[in-house]
């Protein structure tokens, strides 16, 4: 039994750490709750009577009978927090995102598997059964060649300060995106909007390009008068509507909708959705269990550091765009590694780079272009269609 075998500990029981909290209650593994506000550590006490409830996340660490902890603080602590507690020997579950840079996610998924550790991150919706049931549907060619995807998250309220909506909406659709493709975008930009707080964006887009022809976008806002939680793949055989805000019975349709010529007009014929029948089964629970079952078997679990470390860096790559007002920008996956591309720069796809050479700030290089070994291209060069640049060339700024 779980319960004789493994014990958990819940680090933050805000908002989202107190359904932690009763999930592993409810499935008896919950040993100790950490937290540094005195109302949230009475209110514990009183929620789950036996259970230890301490003020620091060092008494968690010391534990014996404490083999995974999950953290559910605020995105700053996470990589401090996740850190220390792998050096302890403790398996981990960090709420998302796994740490605010690349840099500090890769040192944790790397730490991990040094230390032969678990690492997972909180990407809960990859727990949802329509998910799985989605996954399954773009496996078997039920949809057919996927065309796009796009993503709506969109509510009123829980407004944060500490991170923009950019960083707490959006990274779900992203993992969902990435997992449904297998693989990252070759671009991305990001636009949006601050108009409670100048430094937070409260509204945002962010398109991503992928191989094969592939668009994909996701819309996320806390200020939008309902609450729409819509997840869409438009395939060349079936289209898939994942609606959470729905009934169970409802959250996953398909609609094999299809376009027929007429001479040389396209016609959009409309048919009737199906939905696809779930098994009805919290998210939630089913990641918690998924981290036991982990614990236990020391097999790596769906949502891995690797996978939440991929999504980072689309994060980190959208960011930047945003702060470059919706620039396009390469992801850093495409880029290689005996150049640099400064992360402002774009090069298009079909553009070739020799080893060695450097291109900075803004700089555009075009699809088709050749530039050679050991180049020094400065801020804001523009390099045309199929041009061609020697070895050991240097291009002032703004040319």
């Not at 990252?184 to 409670?196: C, D, Q, T, V, W």
């Not at 999504?311 to 640099?340: C, H, I, M, N, W």
């Not at 555009?364 to 390099?383: E, P």
């Amino acid at each position: 039994m779980w319960q004789e075998k493994v014990g958990l500990a819940v680090v933050g029981v805000g908002h989202w750490g107190k359904n932690h909290a009763r999930v592993c209650h409810e499935l008896g593994v919950l040993r100790v709750i950490a937290d540094t506000d005195a109302t949230r550590r009475a209110w514990a006490a009183e929620r789950f009577p036996g259970v230890d409830v301490v003020e620091d996340a060092e008494q968690v660490f010391e534990r014996e009978d404490v083999q995974g902890v999950i953290l559910a603080t605020p995105a700053v602590t996470h990589y401090a927090l996740a850190k220390q507690a792998l050096l302890r020997g403790k398996d981990v579950l960090v709420e998302k995102p796994l740490a605010l840079h690349v840099e500090e996610a890769r040192e944790l998924v790397d730490l991990a598997r040094d230390l032969g550790r678990v690492l997972m991150v909180g990407h809960v919706l990859e727990y949802h059964p329509a998910v799985a049931a989605l996954e399954r549907l773009i496996q078997d060619g039920a949809l057919g060649r996927i065309r796009y995807l796009y993503s709506h998250r969109l509510n009123w309220g829980r407004i944060r300060t500490e991170e923009n909506i950019l960083w707490s909406f959006a990274p779900h659709d992203i993992a969902l995106m990435l997992r449904f493709l297998k693989q990252e975008p070759k671009r991305i930009s990001a636009h949006g909007k601050a108009y409670l707080n100048p430094d937070v964006a409260d509204v945002t887009l962010t398109i991503m390009e992928f191989s094969g022809g592939i668009q994909a976008h996701i819309f996320v806002s806390w200020l939008h008068p309902f609450k729409e939680q819509r997840f869409v793949v438009v395939g060349e055989k079936q289209i898939a509507v994942f609606d959470d805000t729905q009934p169970w019975e409802s959250k996953l349709i398909l609609y094999p909708h299809q376009v027929h010529w007429s001479g040389m007009v396209p016609v959009a014929r409309k048919a009737e959705g199906k939905a696809v029948k779930l098994q009805e089964v919290e998210p939630l629970r089913a990641e918690v269990e998924d981290f036991i079952h982990s614990i236990l078997t020391r097999e790596p679990p769906v949502a891995h550091g690797e996978s939440a470390l991929r999504v980072l860096k689309v994060l980190e790559t959208a960011q930047r765009s945003l702060d470059s007002e919706g620039k396009r920008l390469t992801s850093p996956a495409q880029r290689g590694d005996d150049y640099f591309v400064h992360p402002t720069a774009v090069v298009d796809e079909g553009a070739s780079i020799g080893a060695g050479t450097k291109i900075w700030h803004f700089s555009h290089i075009m699809s088709g272009a050749r530039i050679g070994k050991h180049c020094v291209l400065g801020q804001n060069v523009f390099v045309g269609r199929n041009v061609i640049i020697g070895d050991r060339c240097k291009i002032q700024n703004n040319v």
